[in-house]
Structure formats: structure tokens, C-alpha cells
């Protein structure tokens, strides 16, 4: 049998409302509703005044789990998912920016790809006027040949012809395509113009040679072209012939395996990449003949030179938008032309800046470059050393 005693040490220190006041719930006078076995009372006291015994604390009492302290308790184990996706920085702003530099790069490459190629087009438009207007005003061929214009004729056909078959024949280009992993040729429509003018030009120079009364010119040696332009011209014909022979032999239609019009179109346009190589290397000897470079315009070398830097660069322009270098390979002609130009161009310079740049260079009749003190200069220097 219980004692009071160790009944009342047994109970929970906060077991219910009761336990706060002191006393059991009883039944109105205090006494238990209930009664121990053998009749005895049941006393509460606190548990630091019941009698007999030391007051002691119970040094591990038993925890309520709705007074339990949050931060003990154990948190659920994040998801892998969930740790990567907060685990993983953000992205920096210098990566940010960066890319919205490329993006911006790439949006602005088309219209510079544009832009080179019609500013590119007034330059080799306009190289071909300083010639003929400084003939024109010295009213004289002489320091230059008939072979330069007259082979520039059957050149920049040719690169007409090819040009306007790239861009609006729906045969070629197909064609084109099918070789080139379904892209389009680099061709643009400052191409074709800018062939069309030229030709023109090399028209109306050529007539400043060979029709020399109508132009009111002195006589000059120059206007018989020479045997080595006449055999490269006559060269370039046959070769376009018989590539459309071959052509037109062709057992099968695949354009991939097999001859075709693209083969035709390329021939013609090998004729103007031919005549390129070849036709500054009359005027070039004859400058070297004659140790000078009069007559022969340096603005239009210095046009041609700006014209091939900026074709080149929107052809290089053009296959990067495209992501393959087929644009420079599937139009040989235009990346060899601009090329070729810069080559001869800078030995024209040469030439005329370093070579042949002597006291008298461009001193005579109707030069382009007239000498910045006249005639009474030189007069009065003279007089000094008399002096």
C-alpha cells in the first residue's frame, strides 16, 4: 500500500489545473471523490513542503511537447533539387552586361555588314573618275597605257554577268545551295551596281585611247594595247566556252556531283579574278619605264584601296552572320578581288610616295600634284645663289 507521501511525491509537477491550486478536485468538502484502498486520505502539498521529505528537483522532468523549443527542433533534410537551385549563385552583372554587349554586337553586324558594302561601292565607283578627268584636263593619255582600261572592260562584264546570275537566278542559287549546306550566296545588290558602273567607266576611259579626236587629245604611243592583254583576254573567252561545253554535256542534273550552270556562272566570274592579277602589271612596267608616275592618277589607287579593305571586310562580316566560311569560299571572286586590289594598290604607292618621289615629280603640265610655290620661287632662289 501507497503512503500519502509517496503518492504525492509521484505526482507530475504540472499534470493538470489542479496541481496549481493545491488540491485535488473533490467532491465539495474537500475530500477526494475517491478514496485510497483502506480508507486513508489523499494530501497534496507542493512538492517543496510535503512532510518527511528534502525538497528536490527533478533534473530531468519530462518535456511538454507543447512548450518544446522551436529551435531544438529537428528540420526536415532539404531536397537535392532544392539544395542545387539555392545553392547555385546568381549571375553576375559583368556576365549580364556581357551578353547584352553580344546580343547588341550581333543586332548592329547586319547593318555594318550593310554599310561597308554600299561605302565600299563609292569608293570602287569613284576610283574610276580621277583617271579620266585628269586625261581630260591634260588633254593627253601619255604616262599611262591603253592596256589598264581596255582589259577592265572585259573584266567587270564578266563580274557583272556572274553577279547578276548569283542574286536573281532562281536556277544558280538553288544550285549554290545545294553545295553549300542550303545557304545563300554573299552577293548583294552593291555588287551589281557597282560592276554596271564600272563598266561604264572603263567605257568611256577606254574611248579616250582609241577615239582620241573626239576627246580633242594630243597624239600618244600608248593606244595600241599590248600582245600579253590581248592573249589573257582571248584565254578568258575560251575557258568560259569550254566550261559551257562541259556543262551543257553533263550526263546527270545533281548539281552536287556534277557540272552544272553554277559552273558557268563561277568560270565567268574567274574571267574578272584573272583579269584582276594581271591588269596592273602594264601600268606598273610602265611606270618603271619611265621612273615617274605622272599621268597616272594616285587618287584613284587610293579609293581602290579603301573599296578592296571594306569588301573584304563585309564578306568576312557576311560568313560570320552565317556561321561558315562557305561565303568566302562559294564567292572566291569578290574575296580575291578586294584582296588583289590592296596587293597592287600598295605598290602604286610605293611607287609614287617612295620610288619615284623626286624634285620634279609632278611639276608637269596639268599634274595632279602642282608644286605649292609657282615659278617667282624658283626665281627667288635662284637669285639667292647669284648672290
Known sequence: ?????????????YPSPARR??????????????ALAGGGDVRLFPPSRVPGTKARRLTHPTPNPLRCNPRRARRPLPSPSATIALGSPPASSAVQRSEATAGAAMAFLPFLSALFGWVYTFCWSASFYPQPLLNFSRRSTSGTTVDFPLINVLGFAAYF??????????????????????????????????ALHALVLSLVTVSQYLARPAWGF???????????????????????LATYARAASSPTAD???????????????????????????PQIAANWRNKSTQGWSIWQVLLDLAGGLLSVA?????????????????????????????????VFMWQHYVLYRGPGEGKAAGGEEDPLLGDEADEESQRRRLD
Not at 1 to 13: D, N
Not at 174 to 186: E, F, K, S
Not at 218 to 239: D, E, K, M, Q
Not at 317 to 345: C, E
Open 1 to 13: 500500500m501507497c503512503s500519502p507521501t509517496s503518492i504525492t511525491a509521484l505526482i507530475p509537477r
Open 21 to 34: 491550486t493545491g488540491r485535488l478536485a473533490t467532491g465539495g468538502r474537500g475530500r477526494p471523490s475517491g
Open 161 to 194: 554577268v556572274s553577279n547578276l546570275a548569283f542574286y536573281y537566278s532562281p536556277v544558280v542559287r538553288a544550285q549554290y545551295a545545294a553545295r553549300n549546306r542550303g545557304l545563300t550566296p554573299t552577293v548583294q545588290f552593291n555588287d551589281i551596281t557597282f
Open 218 to 240: 594630243s597624239p600618244s604611243a600608248a593606244t595600241r594595247p599590248s600582245r600579253f592583254v590581248l592573249g589573257i583576254a582571248a584565254a578568258c573567252v575560251l575557258g568560259v
Open 255 to 281: 548539281p552536287v556531283t556534277d557540272w552544272c550552270e553554277l559552273d558557268v556562272v563561277y568560270a565567268v566570274g574567274y574571267v574578272k579574278l584573272v583579269i584582276t592579277l594581271v591588269k596592273y602589271t
Open 314 to 346: 563585309q564578306q568576312g562580316i557576311d560568313s560570320w552572320l552565317q556561321r561558315d566560311w562557305s561565303g568566302v569560299t562559294g564567292n572566291p571572286v569578290k574575296f580575291a578581288l578586294g584582296n588583289a586590289s590592296m596587293v597592287y594598290d600598295s
